[in-house]
């Protein structure tokens, strides 16, 4: 397996990840998803997004970026629950808190193709997933495009810390399974993506 990925299947407890649900019902509907786009295409992402924290990332036609505030309504992101600053100070053995929680939505054939994340200044702190809601393949390969690449189905409750080599690595969903969680009342599949964005 790939140095630096720690898979905690199962990591939070049921009453946890309905705690979570409800933390995000209220932020998106502070902060609603939003549908980002490809720079310079404008092809729409099939997945929808919103953030948590002092920074989220965005994209549009003018690229990828973190910035402070939601990108229709300029409004601040809400902040992220305590719960997932728990986790954080408990996993990733950094001593900063994360900056920025990505929140992606999967509903449909939402999908997302391999990329490595690299929008980020400070690649020393790991990033630590959250999946909530049905079920996902998650592919995994290594530092370059075009290598080999592993999955792992990625279950409601399921945990990815990926530091050291992992936090470079390329990866993607290829697709959720319909069904396979009574989390979400209408289904779809949710991750959180706890972030360092800049150095501290
Ligand atoms: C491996 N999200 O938001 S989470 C993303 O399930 C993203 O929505 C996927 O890729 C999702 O950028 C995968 C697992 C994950 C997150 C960050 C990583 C794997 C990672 C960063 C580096 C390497
Ligand atoms: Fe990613």
Redesign the pocket.
């Known amino acids: 397996m790939t140095p630096g990925l720690r898979y905690l299947p199962g990591h939070l407890a049921l009453p946890d990840q309905r705690q979570l649900v409800e933390n995000l019902r209220a932020a998106v509907a502070a902060a609603p998803l939003f549908v980002p786009v490809m720079p310079r295409t404008g092809r729409p992402f099939s ?1 929808r997004m919103t953030n948590l924290g002092p920074l989220g990332w965005v994209s549009d036609r003018g690229g990828y970026r973190y910035q402070p505030g939601h990108p229709v309504s300029g409004t601040p992101w809400p902040p992220i629950p305590p719960l997932l600053l728990d986790l954080w100070r408990s996993l990733s053995g950094y001593p900063h808190d994360p900056e920025a929680c ?1 929140v ?1 939505f999967y509903s449909g054939g939402a999908k ?1 193709g391999l ?3 690299e929008d980020e200044e400070d690649f020393s702190a790991p ?1 630590v ?1 959250v ?1 909530l809601g049905d079920t ?1 393949v ?1 592919r ?1 390969g290594g530092p370059d495009r075009g290598g080999r690449t592993t999955t792992i189905k ?1 279950q409601s409750g399921d945990v ?1 810390v ?1 530091g050291g080599a ?4 390329y ?3 290829d697709r959720v399974l319909g069904g396979t969680s009574t989390l979400l009342k209408d289904g779809g599949r949710i ?1 959180l ?1 706890l972030r360092r964005v800049r150095k501290p």
Do not use: E, K, Q
């Open positions: 997945v990505l992606n997302m990329h490595r994340d990033v997933s999946s996902a998650f995994i990625l990815l990926m992992a936090r470079l690595c990866h993607g969903i991750n993506t």
